[in-house]
């Protein structure tokens, strides 16, 4: 079965401190994998994807397959960071839905 | 990044009657569109797929006649809530994606639905 977890709800760091969401999935094949963002009364939108394999807002990602993880990193974190993040993933063939994880409230405090 | 505008945004509906909410892909051609349920920060739940001029697919557990999906053209995709109870409020979100490969979906702002 196909699926994404994200183990934290919330995730409190102060300001310039590091920050690793993390995001494991599990899916028989070779999914995408995908970080969306969701900020206070705003849509979701997306951050990054792994294929892209690219560094947005500081933020990176990498899939580990042999862990089936794609944990989000930022080495220093700022204030309007703080956001709701979910981790998706989306399957081969399957007509380009996306599966989300729970997500995890990222806080950063001053 | 392509636009994606979901109306109304908020509405309140009596117990029993019907809602509508609108999907639309404003600057792109979306073959694909993604109908999710989010409760409050929770995940977002997928509900349907819908392709242009065919019928929905429905995910496992959503009932396709209290939840009517029309993908008549490219840029529209109609949700209709039938008969709604207080348990079909929620936050309902679309997005739309376009027909070339690897594509991004885009996410429409959201509606919020409150049934009285």
């Not at chain 1, 892209?52 to 080495?75: C, M, V, W």
């Not at chain 2, 959503?62 to 840029?75: C, G, Q, R, Y």
Request: glycine share 8%; proline share 4%.
């Amino acid at each position: 079965a196909q699926r994404v977890t994200q183990p934290e709800k919330l995730l409190s760091v102060f300001k310039g401190a590091p920050v690793e969401l993390k995001c494991n999935y599990s899916y028989s094949g070779s999914p995408e994998l995908f970080w969306y963002v969701q900020y206070s009364r705003q849509r979701l939108q997306l951050l990054l994807r792994h294929i892209s394999r690219e560094s947005i807002k500081g933020f990176t990602a990498d899939l580990n397959k042999g862990e089936t993880s794609f944990h989000l990193k930022k080495p220093f974190a700022q204030e309007e960071d703080s956001a709701m993040y979910y981790c998706a993933l989306r399957g081969y063939n399957q007509g380009g839905k996306l599966i989300f994880g729970q997500g995890t409230e990222l806080s950063v405090k001053p | 990044g392509a636009v994606v505008s979901q109306h109304p945004s908020r509405v309140i509906c009596k117990s029993g009657t019907s809602v509508k909410i609108e999907c639309r892909s404003l600057d792109f051609q979306a073959t694909t569109m993604f109908w999710y349920r989010q409760f409050p920060k929770q995940s977002l739940m997928l509900m349907a797929t819908s392709n242009e001029g065919s019928k929905a697919t429905y995910e496992q557990g959503v009932e396709k006649d209290k939840f009517l999906i029309n993908h008549a053209s490219l840029t529209l995709s109609t949700l209709t809530v039938t008969s709604a109870h207080p348990e079909d409020s929620s936050f309902y979100i679309c997005s739309a994606r376009g027909g070339w490969q690897n594509t991004e979906a885009f996410f429409g702002q959201g509606t919020r639905l409150t049934v009285v």
